[in-house]
């Protein structure tokens, strides 16, 4: 089946420095992919929504200048949380689906742990 | 603003017997429905889901019944099994699905003892 790989699972890091998180489709063509953000003990809340080639739109109170999200090809998107603070602590998760596939075959990534010290 | 609420953080169940997972939803355009699980360390993975034009679908142990009139939906796994054991997350789309675009509940932790 259709398989997607985020990356890094778990990151800390300072205050201030910008981190990125990859999420690439192993054996499909991710022609849209979604990021999603959960706070503990919150819903999985979407964020963007990535369309390869063309830029992110993002959904209403979530700073794009923030969270920069590229997705260059139809294998990889990237989130880089820029100049990171403790608020930004969290726990990121993306998925991806084909051009002509419906809700029901999303493929979700595991999962990021930031950790904004 | 959640529109999209489980309202259960867990659910104890033994092994052979139903559980019943429920999930309440706010905004009526809402018309595609699903239901995902999730085991720690991987993301979630697609279960069942039901359009709004029915009430009740069926897919071996798992059922999802909707309610339109009160915007409310549920999960039934029978028998429970010892391998349901997850986090379940209740998500709602509009227009069928067709944009992959979710609003997901804050998920049921289940666990299932032998």
């Known amino acids: 089946g259709a398989v997607v790989s985020q990356h890094p699972s778990w990151v800390i890091c300072k205050s201030g420095t910008s981190v990125k998180i990859e999420c690439r489709s192993l054996?499909?063509?991710?022609?849209?992919m979604f990021w999603y953000r959960q706070f503990p003990k919150q819903s999985l809340m979407l964020m963007a929504t990535?369309?390869?080639?063309?830029?992110?739109?993002?959904e209403q109170g979530v700073e794009k200048d923030k969270f920069l999200i590229n997705h260059a090809s139809l294998t990889l998107s990237t989130l880089t949380v820029t100049s990171a603070h403790p608020e930004d602590s969290s726990f990121y998760i993306c998925s991806a689906r084909t051009r002509s596939s419906g809700a029901n075959v999303l493929t979700f990534g595991a999962g990021s742990r930031l950790t904004v010290l | 603003d959640q529109q999209v609420k489980q309202n259960s953080p867990s659910l104890s169940v033994q092994e052979g017997r139903i559980s019943i997972l429920n999930c309440d939803y706010t905004n009526s355009m809402f018309d595609y429905f699903l239901w995902y699980k999730k085991y720690p360390a991987e993301g979630p993975t697609f279960l069942i889901s039901i359009s709004s034009i029915k009430d009740k679908n069926e897919d071996g142990r798992f059922t999802v019944f909707l309610n339109k009139s009160a915007k409310h939906l549920s999960l039934h796994i029978v028998p429970s099994q010892p391998g349901d054991s997850a986090v379940y997350f209740c998500?709602?789309?509009?227009?069928?699905?067709?944009?992959?675009?979710?609003?997901f509940g804050a998920g049921t932790q289940v666990v299932v003892t032998p």
């Open positions: 054996d499909f063509q991710a022609t849209t």
């Open positions: 998500a709602a789309s509009l227009f069928g699905g067709s944009w992959g675009k979710l609003q």
């Open positions: 990535s369309n390869e080639g063309s830029k992110a739109t993002y």
